[in-house]
């Protein structure tokens, strides 16, 4: 079956920068699609870009140009994210979910990674 | 980017009850809308799809309705593994959601 395995909570300091992981398995993933989301608890959901394995080709949320880069390694179907200049208003569950043709509904989620931004 | 409005924010009804939860978009949206379920500390769960698509495995008393600017889920005989938070999402731009409505048990 479909499994999305984010990598473990993060804690960094203001000013750093973070790389969060996603490993796929259970379908092809070098023809998906994938995206990344922003939750701070208690709080909706923002979509924050993403990127088509087959090409590496990306799309961002506006917001978030040149906060998020996001990338793949189809070698071992997994998904990037990296997050750069961290404030604490970056503090948050960060999902990555898998759409069939891009821009959608996702069917499949990761179970999120907390990044806290703290000095 | 097209906005949501979901209503109410929160939400509280007995077992057994019918419940209704409201989206409304900036602009039409063509049916570009799916629904979500989420509980504490878990990803989101697709419910609905294309505004009134069932996803595999969701139970039947879940329905989504709704078209141009106006959607709407609706969940049958309220069940108490129903209370969550739930949001909706159009997909007919870059995705964006609603604020959410948690629903929880009167």
Redesign the interface.
């Known amino acids: 079956q479909v499994k999305l395995q984010q990598s473990g909570a993060e804690l960094v300091k203001p000013g750093a920068s973070v790389k969060l992981s996603c490993k796929t398995s259970g379908y092809t993933f070098s023809t998906s699609y994938m995206?990344w989301f922003k939750q701070i608890p208690g709080?909706?959901?923002?979509?924050i870009g993403m990127i088509y394995a087959g090409d590496g080709g990306t799309?961002y949320?506006q917001k978030f140009k040149g906060k998020a880069t996001l990338t793949v390694d189809t070698s071992s179907s997994t998904a990037y994210m990296d997050l750069s200049s961290l404030t604490t208003e970056d503090s948050a569950v960060y999902?990555c979910?898998r759409s069939p043709m891009g821009?959608?509904?996702?069917?499949y989620?990761?179970?999120?990674t907390l990044v806290t931004v703290s000095s | 980017d097209i906005q949501m409005t979901q209503s109410p924010a929160s939400l509280s009804a007995s077992l057994g009850e019918t419940v209704t939860i409201e989206c409304r978009a900036s602009e039409d949206i063509y049916n570009g809308l799916a629904w979500y379920q989420q509980k504490p500390g878990k990803s989101p769960q697709l419910l609905i799809y294309n505004a009134n698509s069932l996803h595999t495995g969701v139970p039947s008393r879940f329905s989504g309705s709704g078209s141009g600017t106006q959607y709407s889920l609706k969940i049958n005989s309220l069940q108490s593994e129903d209370v969550a938070s739930y949001f909706c999402q159009q997909y007919y731009d870059y995705p964006t959601f609603g604020a959410g409505t948690k629903l929880e048990l009167k």
Do not use: K
């Open positions: 995206s709080q909706s959901i923002e979509w799309g949320n999902f979910a821009i959608d509904w996702f069917a989620w990761g179970q999120g």
